[in-house]
């Protein structure tokens, strides 16, 4: 790893995040910092494994399109989801709901899941080992976006470690890295609070100069199954080549994998089956002004 890539991560848990890098950009990709590079590089800040796919996909293809570098950083494996009692079958010690041992109805598979009669490969899964089966599901969709493995960057940021700072903090270095990067994320008026938080920090790190250069969307949930009326500003983008279409269906294909005797568990889908589907069958993103 570049030393001062190294470094500035340094500082960031010096300084208090509470996080862990599973994979950083490697020493060639950083090694221009601070030259006179022409490339124009386009970073998306994804709050967790899918959010690249479901909200994101279609900018990222017209980026790669236009001829931009692509690069994405995952800020958090999302180990709070409940996708992961439902592939278990039922609540455990580590799950948000409670009883615990109360059965969990899957809708996708109209069955209650049982690790032992899937064959799951890694048995019930822990929250870290189901972490680390969505960062695999965020591998293959990012690949299957046109992303090279070493353009993509994963945090471990915990679900409840969404603050200010912490944020903050996974967005300066890269600010640091790549200053004349243009930086893509959601809205700061976004109905999840995690995708809320990385819009509300980028914004303001435009607004300091901290940033030359912003973009922000709407989520897909916020767009189109947020209970809440939302009004925002803002235009629906479509795909610039339409032959990108298959890309995006392959990589939401990717959460969508259920073969759970060789490790993979379709979480994304489990997840947020409605807002893969509503994908599928429409594919736009929504840009806003904010």
Same mark, same amino acid.
């Given at each position: ?10 500082? $960031? ?13 490697? $020493? ?5 910092? @601070? ?32 001829? %931009? ?8 494996? #999302?180990?709070? $989801? ?8 039922? &609540? ?9 041992? /109360? ?19 890694? #048995? ?6 189901? *972490? ?35 944020? /903050? ?29 990385? *819009? ?8 300091? #100069?901290?940033? %030359?250069?912003?973009?922000? &969307? ?15 500003? *803002?235009? %629906? ?25 060789? @490790? ?19 594919? &736009? ?6």
């Amino acid at each position: 790893m570049n030393k001062i890539y190294k470094k500035i991560l340094g500082l $960031s848990i010096i300084f208090g995040v509470v996080l862990s890098s599973f994979h950083s950009f490697p $020493s060639h990709i950083v090694q221009a910092i @601070g030259s006179n590079s022409t490339d124009h590089v386009v970073i998306y800040f994804s709050p967790h494994a899918d959010d690249e796919t479901l909200t994101f996909a279609v900018p990222i293809l017209n980026d790669i399109q236009a001829g %931009k570098k692509v690069y994405i950083v995952l800020m958090s494996d #999302g180990t709070r $989801s409940r996708a992961r009692d439902t592939v278990n079958g039922e &609540y455990d010690f580590e799950s948000r709901d409670l009883p615990i041992g /109360k059965q969990v109805y899957c809708n996708w598979h109209n069955a209650i899941h049982d690790p032992t009669v899937d064959q799951h490969k890694d #048995g019930a899964l822990d929250r870290s080992t189901f *972490g680390l089966r969505r960062i695999d599901e965020f591998y293959v969709a990012t690949a299957e976006l046109g992303i090279p493995r070493d353009r993509v960057q994963v945090n471990l940021l915990p679900n409840d470690a969404f603050t200010y700072h912490n944020v /903050k903090q996974i967005i300066k270095m890269h600010a640091r890295l790549f200053p004349d990067a243009e930086f893509k994320t959601m809205s700061h008026r976004d109905g999840h609070p995690d995708h809320a938080m990385v *819009g509300r920090v980028i914004n303001d790190m435009h607004a300091s #100069g901290e940033i %030359k250069s912003k973009s922000n &969307y709407l989520s897909i949930y916020t767009d189109r199954f947020y209970k809440h009326s939302f009004a925002s500003p *803002g235009y %629906k983008i479509y795909l610039t080549d339409t032959s990108d279409t298959q890309k995006v269906l392959h990589a939401l294909n990717a959460y969508k994998k259920w073969e759970p005797q060789n @490790g993979w568990y379709g979480l994304g889908y489990h997840s947020v089956p409605a807002q893969f589907d509503g994908m599928a069958q429409d594919t &736009y993103t929504k840009a806003v002004r904010n």
